[in-house]
């Protein structure tokens, strides 16, 4: 919960908050870097102008859109950004925060930009100010709210209403999208039970089926694409792997270079709201995230996919959550059910929208956690299914596809699997699902 401002922040806490930040601004630098190892300069500048004024809807994969320097400067812009939106909201770096952080560096890779994200963060904190909370109990509705950022792009440049009329119309879709985030996610996390850990891509889905179907009503159609790049297994295995291996080492020499901790993060069903850095703190955490890594990129080659933007989203945003929920022993039952329903619907498995339908759907990772293996699979089956049929709805303006239908499927499977007690002994008492917002806290070193 929000703890109350305290006049200080002892030593430790300050140096612990500065390596997040520290780790955070890193890791936004270092894919900056790597862009020019693809492009020129000129080519990534070039780029990412057709990045900001390009349609965004699913899927639009800015390294095919652009080129791979483009897209890779584009996720170390957006991180950047993401982490100046905790600075400017006075937050400390905690689970919550990391997730939405490495959600937003994943989603930089396909649909989301400086231009239609800034909108939407604008009218997250613009709520907070006009109805007098705290700021920072918006920062959640900012960073994850930004799922929305193609239906700015949209309306801006594929409408065919012509400028400056088309971002007019753009920017203020994404405000009142913005200010009507925050208080829905928060009367949604009750329907999901927190057992949906993308409630803020939920809550997106409600509101981008009602733009969408508004816009149908006056004779517009938004369909979605499938933009995608291929050929880049190669250097992005082994830029991942680096990754992921020094994010595990950095992990064991923060944690004295022992797994302390990482058994409770494993045994915790990782249901809404969960933090890892509280529960086992940010050594621990650090190698959960690195052994998610380790599995999302190891199952795409296994499956024989391709590593692309989108791709590449759904591999940060399952080690992003890394620190807020998920953890190999409960991603790992979805990633099955996924796998074996498109098995016996005749899906694609190497196709990349099963396989973000897999690496998103990790959503629903604690149904596994407390309802077990079985329930795991099912969760994920079921999910592969909705999640297949359920894009029209919002016409692929909600980037978190994956949320919208993982909180069908765990309000539809929650109370029947509560109904018959099939929890784990070890988990009888339901919590009451808590609001991450609510779990964001003020940095006291400012």
């Known amino acids: 919960m929000i703890q109350k401002r305290q006049p200080t922040m002892s030593g430790a806490e300050e140096l612990s908050e500065r390596l997040k930040y520290g780790l955070l601004a890193g890791f ?31 899927l639009t994969d800015y390294m095919a859109l652009t ?24 937050a400390k770096i905690n689970g919550p925060v990391i997730a939405g952080i490495l959600t937003i560096a994943g989603f930089a890779f396909f649909g ?35 799922a929305l950022a ?27 999208s ?34 969408i179907s508004l816009m ?23 830029l991942l792997y680096s990754l992921f291996s020094c994010m595990f080492l950095i992990g064991l020499q923060i944690n004295g270079w022992s797994f302390h901790g990482l058994k409770r993060i494993m045994r915790h069903s990782g249901q809404l709201s969960t933090d890892y850095l509280e529960l086992g703190g940010l050594g621990a955490t650090l190698i959960n995230m690195a052994l998610l890594g380790f599995l999302a990129t190891t199952y795409i080659l296994l499956m024989g996919g391709e590593i692309n933007g989108p791709v590449l989203g759904g591999i940060f945003t399952v080690i992003g959550f890394g620190a807020f929920g998920k953890n190999v022993k409960n991603v790992l039952p979805i990633l099955i059910g996924v796998t074996l329903m498109g098995r016996l619907n ?35 089956a079921m999910h592969l299914t909705l999640v297949m049929n359920i894009g029209y709805l919002h016409g692929g303006v909600n980037l978190y596809n994956n949320g919208f ?28 699902p808590v609001d991450p917002a609510d779990e964001v806290e003020v940095d006291r070193t400012n």
């Open 216 to 238: 149908r009503n006056f004779g517009f159609e938004i369909e979605t694409v499938n933009i995608l790049a291929s050929g880049y297994n190669g250097p992005f295995s082994v």
């Open 67 to 90: 080129n791979v320097g483009s897209a890779l400067f584009n996720v170390s812009l957006m991180t950047l950004q993401a982490i100046w939106i905790v600075r400017m909201a006075d």
């Open 150 to 176: 193609p239906l700015v792009s949209e309306l801006s440049f594929n409408l065919g209403i012509g400028q400056p009329y088309g971002v007019f119309l753009g920017l203020g879709a994404g405000f009142v």
């Open 112 to 146: 989301k930009n400086l231009f239609n994200s800034m909108p939407i963060s604008i009218g997250a904190f613009t709520y907070a100010r006009v109805t007098k909370v705290p700021i920072h109990k918006s920062l959640l509705a900012a960073l994850f709210g930004t």
């Open 405 to 432: 239908s993982g909180g069908l499927v765990a309000s539809i499977l929650v109370p029947i699997l509560e109904a018959f007690h099939l929890h784990r002994t070890n988990q009888r008492a339901l919590r009451r």
């Open 28 to 58: 936004a630098l270092l894919m900056g870097g790597v862009a020019f190892l693809f492009n020129s300069p000129r080519e990534i500048y070039e780029g990412n102008l057709t990045i900001l004024a390009s349609p965004a809807n699913l």
């Open 346 to 380: 005749y899906q694609d498995n190497q196709s990349t929208i099963v396989l973000i339908s897999a690496l998103f759907g990790t959503t629903l990772a604690p149904l596994a956690g407390r309802y077990g293996n079985i329930a795991g699979i099912i969760a994920g």
């Open 178 to 211: 913005g200010f009507l985030i925050p208080p829905l996610a928060h009367h949604f996390v009750t329907f999901t039970r927190g057992f949906s850990l993308y409630n803020v891509g939920f809550t997106c889905g409600i509101i981008g089926t009602v733009f």
